[in-house]
């Protein structure tokens, strides 16, 4: 799935005035591509299963080779909705694809309890996604277009997709060496670490990633408009991950205890190393909206294969000590290497440059390291952690870094506008119409609905 669209839903959104037979091109490669993957990924569920030495993922993987299809000839209608900023649409069907899905896992996991519950919900996900975008978009593909009409397309697109391909093994090799080498349970033990730490994050920086890279793009050629909203946007990001990194990084053994069960205690040390890595992470982790919405596909591309080379030489250092060696490999690499190097590369060009990464970022890295300092104090003298210990921890280390930020002009400012935003939220609500019809604040003005 991570190479079926080769990178061209992104280069759909990114790119403006596309004609319909370009985009029915498109959404032909798309659909073309996910077929022959479908069949290969069938065809290599025998040597799955021999390559884990389990016989019984033979089914699931034949199963799961439909998805691959399913999911390709929804791709092209996904970008159409993104490209026309409607998120709402978008929401909708990822919220109804997840709850479906999950209800049938559950479903056939109350009767028969296996792997097939896993199987169904990611068939069923996919389902309601590929008929919730066709059905929204409202939009069929028709003749494709000439070859030179889409090169510059599928020249972006092929960047992307190296990137995308890459990235897929920086992100996923380590399960599998882990898995092969190091046996199923310190797999399970990194597995869930990995996912408790990650999922917060992608919450906040998936669905904000989805609105910003056509934003973005439609401000190519406004560079102090689009320096303006990148750094707006991604400040405020930084004022509400950064304090939930720092807290998770120094309270990781209690919090995987609490969450997991004592079962899982020795994850804490997996979560701690990998935590070290996520400092940087909801900043970093932007850089890809930059690259896209800059189609600067080359330059990602080659980041993405060095990212991925570090990345796996990392897992392969750090292998001999089993997940912990894996996760500790990892962490110091990238912080000591991939993180210079990604910083480098993504602000030699475009409107947002080295210089305004830099202001970007001080204010709440002094911020950060007084919180870590502050949340170390804590821990040391707070002993044992109970669950209301951990949500006073969790309150302090907000508290702490916001009133560290607030030291600074830039950090004011942000604060600021977080405060303004709040509190526009809440007086849109209060400014809902009476029982005659009229505002209840503001005299003479007409009434508007609430959106």
């Known amino acids: 799935m991570m190479v079926q669209d080769i990178g061209l839903s992104q280069a759909v959104v990114t790119t403006p005035n596309l004609t319909h037979a370009q985009t029915s091109t498109i959404f032909w490669i798309n659909a073309a591509l996910s077929l022959l993957l479908a069949l290969l990924f069938a065809l290599a569920a025998p040597l799955i299963a021999a390559f884990f030495d389990e016989p019984r993922l033979v089914a699931p993987a034949l199963a799961l080779a439909g998805s691959v299809l399913v999911s390709g000839l929804a791709t092209q209608h996904f970008a159409n909705l993104t490209k026309s900023l409607r998120f709402g649409t978008l929401a909708l069907i990822d919220v109804a694809s997840t709850l479906l899905g999950f209800g049938a896992a559950v479903a056939i996991a109350w009767y028969t309890p296996g792997i097939w519950a896993l199987v169904a919900s990611v068939l069923v996900g996919m389902g309601v996604g590929l008929v919730g975008a066709w059905a929204t978009a409202r939009w069929l593909p028709g003749r494709p277009a000439r070859f030179a009409e889409v090169r510059e397309l599928l020249r972006l697109g092929a960047g992307l997709s190296t990137f995308t391909l890459s990235n897929f093994f920086a992100r996923n090799l380590d399960n599998v060496m882990i898995g092969r080498w190091a046996g199923a349970v310190q797999l399970g033990f990194y597995d869930r670490a990995y996912k408790l730490l990650l999922f917060p994050l992608q919450q906040i920086n998936n669905p904000i990633g989805r609105v910003m890279i056509p934003v973005l793009s439609r401000l190519g050629d406004e560079p102090h408009r689009y320096r303006h909203a990148y750094r707006r946007t991604i400040q405020l990001m930084l004022m509400i991950t ?166 600074t002009a830039a950090g004011r400012g942000t604060l600021a506008e977080a405060g303004g935003l709040v509190g526009a939220r809440l007086g849109r609500f209060r400014r809902s119409p009476d029982a005659a019809g009229r505002p209840e604040t503001g005299v003479g003005r007409p009434a508007t609905k609430l959106r």
């Open 242 to 407: 950064l304090p939930g990194v720092a807290f998770m990084l120094m309270f990781a053994e209690p919090l995987v205890v609490a969450l997991m069960g004592p079962r899982w205690q020795p994850a804490a040390i997996i979560f701690t190393w990998l935590a070290v890595a996520a400092l940087h992470q909801p900043m970093s982790s932007t850089f890809g909206w930059l690259f896209v919405s800059q189609r600067r596909g080359g330059e990602f591309a080659r980041w993405g294969v060095f990212n991925m080379v570090t990345s796996v030489l990392a897992f392969a250092v750090g292998l001999p000590w089993g997940a912990i060696g894996v996760a500790a490999a990892y962490a110091i690499s990238d912080v000591l290497v991939r993180m210079p190097v990604l910083w480098w590369w993504v602000g030699k060009a475009g409107p947002v440059r080295h210089s305004d990464l830099l202001s970007i970022m001080w204010p709440f890295a002094i911020a950060l390291a007084g919180t870590l300092a502050g949340l170390g104090a804590v821990r040391f003298w707070g002993g044992g952690m109970t669950i209301l210990g951990l949500i006073l921890a969790g309150c302090f280390a907000f508290t702490a870094f916001w009133a560290l930020l607030a030291l």
